[in-house]
Each structure stands twice: as structure tokens, then as C-alpha cells.
């Protein structure tokens, strides 16, 4: 099993400002996804990137996949308090999807 | 929308005893999953079912922990006896077939004490 490393593990910021996370891996994926997890619910799929140097708008989320295919980032412009959550990068193996251990963010009013 | 119902949603039992949790998955999703998710890391797969089959149990701690699909429709994770280490939210998904998206329920957060 391939591994994902996210960074970093926690972050808290005040609201309105910007952020990046990340998730590296020495291996190459056919595709990744992102999920935010909020306390005390389950995972929902946000992106899939899929295609080298690939970047994905998703209202003040941007998510690139890298052009080697090993890491990807999300980038939150003007965060808000509902961006608070767990922010997982996974990908879809031959049978399972792998998970890395997310980012946990709070995002301060 | 169609979600993932899970029951209960949160579970205190001791150590030694039974538990067992209820997932019913989207309707018609084929494929089904069982995830326990360690408080500060990713979810990690603990069972995937085709229909009523199991089709990946390879990460499923088969001594205490079983789980059945009886007609392809809803699932139960067992655990017996439960041992302090199992603490943790226990989630399920599912999905039309394997490789699709996969839609998670809310999960049922397990307290062993």
C-alpha cells in the first residue's frame, strides 16, 4: 500500500485569510481525491484531480494535482468557519481507496 | 437525497462485552464498505462487500470482529469481545459498484471503557 502524507497534521487561522495544504507520496497516482470530514460526520468527496498539473476551482478551494503525479495541494482563499473540518487526500487502489491521515483545520472567527 | 443511514450513532460499551452496528447503504448501491477511523488519522477499510459477498476482509481483525450482508442490501459489524483498542468511529459507504464514488454515512462512534 502506498502511503499519503499530509502537512501539515493541524492548522488554525483566523477568518478571511489564506491557507495551503498538502499531500505528498514518493509514488505515482493515477488520481486523487479530496474529502472534508466536519465533527462527527463522514467523508464527502470535494475533487478528483486527475491529469498532471491539473488544477480545480471549487468556489475559494483550488486543488492541483502535481505534474509528476506525487502530491497534491488545496489552497483556501479567505477562509471561512465553515471550512472547519478534516481534510483528507485518498487514493483509489486496485481494490481499496487509501486514505492519508488528513489536516485538521479550524478556522477561527 | 439519498444518504447512508447508520444506527447508533454513538456507542459506550466495556470491555469484554458485545456490540454491533447497523449500516443501510444508498439504494441499489451494489457495493458496500466498512472504514474504522482512529481519532487523528485517515479511515482505513476494514471490509468491502460485492452484493452479499465479501470481496476484501483482508485488514478485518476476523477473531472479534465479523460482518455479514445477509441479502445485499443493509450491513452489521459485529465486535465480540470488544477490547479497549477498538475505540473509535466506525464508518460505512457505499457506492453503485466498485471503483465508483463512494457516499459515507455519519458513523457510529464507539467508547470502550
Known amino acids: 500500500t502506498q502511503l499519503l502524507e499530509q502537512s501539515p497534521q493541524f492548522l488554525s487561522i483566523q477568518e478571511g485569510e489564506n491557507l495551503t495544504v498538502y499531500c505528498n507520496s514518493s509514488s505515482v497516482f493515477s488520481s486523487l481525491q479530496w474529502y472534508r470530514q466536519e465533527p462527527g460526520e463522514g467523508p464527502v468527496l470535494l475533487v478528483t484531480?486527475?491529469?498532471?498539473?491539473e488544477v480545480k476551482k471549487l468556489k475559494r478551494l483550488t486543488f492541483q494535482f502535481g505534474d509528476a503525479r506525487k502530491d497534491s495541494s488545496l489552497h483556501i482563499t479567505a477562509a471561512q468557519p465553515g471550512d472547519t473540518g478534516l481534510y483528507l487526500c485518498?487514493?483509489?487502489?486496485?481494490?481499496?481507496?487509501?486514505f492519508g491521515q488528513g489536516t485538521r483545520l479550524t478556522i477561527n472567527p | 437525497e439519498a444518504e447512508v443511514a447508520q444506527s447508533p450513532r454513538y456507542k459506550i460499551t466495556e470491555k469484554s462485552q458485545a456490540v454491533a452496528f447497523w449500516c443501510d447503504p444508498i439504494s441499489g448501491h451494489a457495493t458496500l464498505y466498512w472504514y474504522r477511523q482512529i481519532l487523528g488519522q485517515g479511515p482505513e477499510l476494514l471490509v468491502q462487500?460485492?452484493?452479499?459477498?465479501?470481496?476484501?476482509d483482508s485488514q478485518l481483525p476476523k477473531d472479534r470482529f465479523s460482518a455479514e450482508r445477509l441479502k445485499g442490501v443493509d450491513s452489521t459489524l459485529k465486535i465480540q469481545p470488544a477490547e479497549l483498542g477498538d475505540s473509535a468511529m466506525y464508518l460505512c459507504?457505499?457506492?453503485?459498484?466498485?471503483?465508483?464514488?463512494?457516499?459515507f454515512g455519519p458513523g457510529t462512534r464507539l467508547t470502550v471503557t
Open positions: 485518498a487514493y483509489q487502489g486496485a481494490q481499496k481507496l487509501v
Open positions: 459507504a457505499s457506492s453503485l459498484e466498485a471503483l465508483n464514488e463512494q457516499y
Open positions: 484531480v486527475v491529469t498532471g498539473g
Open positions: 462487500f460485492q452484493d452479499e459477498s465479501v470481496v476484501d
